[in-house]
């Protein structure tokens, strides 16, 4: 049977829609009482696995969902095994610096040599920064990553931004986008070369409601 | 000033309360509405922080916070650069192995070489199983873990285990005990030497309160 890992948080609700355009109803995800983390869907065609975002690429590199949906941030940040074939055009956030208002910095390449620099996204920011070829010590966070510059832990952070709220109400300004991301379709590579469950071809249905 | 900084979660609301007995009201965290990561006491003695449980130590080893309250199976699984004091006798649970109450194994030695296990507690998994020369595939997850056995990923499971229920949930039996985990005093070594801002009399005062 096709399997489907589908991300907790921000990308929930759209992935279901997406996934009802198909003729898969997985709308049991969004009830608040549920607390099933894996259900098939009312025509037994196909089942579900509600895991976190990060958690996605994982369940389609060992093959136990052919598809999944996740933001290309977890992408960029993990590298996993698997092929990334459409991209779902919902999602919309992007990578970016931010840095305090009140501070002296205007952009990551005003930012002093061995200066500190907080992050969920620990490959990404090396990898920006030795872009820039300017040595900074990454500090690896797992949630507001925000704090760290307003108690003077880091000169800056690189996180993924929204609405620009959360930056906003703690005095950060953005200054450079490291870049765009969006929801995009995973496949388990041989699943996809195999065509076992029919996986190309729900994939093209998937690209067509797109 | 001194700064504490306190995980959010679990062990949130017997932290406030143990600093509550040495004077220091930081009940704000408690209420649904707050917004604030930083925060005074009404008296103005100290500053807390609530970050996430695993980036407790690493405002304490940057020397942000002096003080920091976390459950042993952070600082088992980081190794923090922080010195951890007092045993709090708070948040007791245990890191576990679990595994399918109707699979074919009883406990880790039952498990066959190179089998898969799935954990958030990535380090601790793989010293157990070293020490028991047994050589495993750990899975690095980032939540529920209880589904990686139910869809056939992972043999067994390590994680914390405080009532169980999740584990029953899932047709899941624990079978090993890794180690007892409760909540911990941390202190940035540097601070505790140089006294600075009374350091070691907080430490003695929550060490009487335990």
Redesign the interface.
Known sequence: ML?VAIP?GSLLTDSIALLQKVGLDFRTFLDSSN?L??ITDPMGTARA????A??VP??VE?G?AQLGIVGEDVLREKQPDVACLVDLKFGFCRMSIAMPKEGPYRSALDLPPHCRVASKYVHCAREYFQGLDLPVEV??????VE?AP????AEAIVDLVSTGRTLR?NGLVETDVLYESTARLIVHPLSYRLNRDNVQGWVAQLRESV
């Open positions: 399997t907790k607390r983390l894996q696995l509600l895991v976190r990060q958690d994982v369940y060992y136990q500090i690896p966070l797992y949630g507001s704090l307003l108690v003077g832990m109400e």
